[in-house]
């Protein structure tokens, strides 16, 4: 049995973070993606496009006014693989702020649709 200030690892009690949102705070991201008045489809185009080049472990904060992102894009990281670190605090109160930490090796999506994977190309024999 456990205090409350004995906590196993994978547990926190109410005023503590885990490490990927202590760090999503903390450290300053390493790019700023304005998403502002985009929707879903548009925000996840311009997200994939601007951490195309990025190294893994980047953190990238999400400025968005998109009602749906909270859901959006959490399952988008789920797809691609890459973690994401959840809301931070906003600079302004008109539009939300989420981060999100790239993965080495994300799964590609499709170009005109990036909420699907993209189709494996056929395996070569030689």
Do not use: F, K, N
């Not at 196993?8 to 885990?18: A, I």
């Not at 959006?72 to 939300?96: F, I, K, M, N, Q």
């Not at 799964?107 to 649709?113: A, H, Y």
């Amino acid at each position: 049995m456990t205090t409350p200030d004995q906590a196993t690892p994978d547990q926190t009690t109410p005023d503590q973070t885990t490490p990927d949102e202590t760090t999503a705070h903390a450290v300053g991201p390493d790019l700023t993606i304005d998403g502002t008045g985009l929707l879903c489809v548009q925000l996840l185009l311009r997200l994939r496009a601007r951490i195309a080049h990025l190294p893994a472990g980047a953190v990238v904060h999400i400025h968005t006014t998109d009602p749906a992102a909270p859901l959006d894009l959490p399952a988008w990281c789920h797809l691609t693989g890459h973690a994401y670190l959840g809301p931070v605090p906003s600079p302004a109160p008109d539009r939300e702020v989420y981060a999100l930490r790239l993965t080495s090796s994300p799964v590609p999506t499709r170009p005109d649709r990036p909420w699907h994977p993209a189709p494996a190309s056929p395996a070569t024999t030689d």
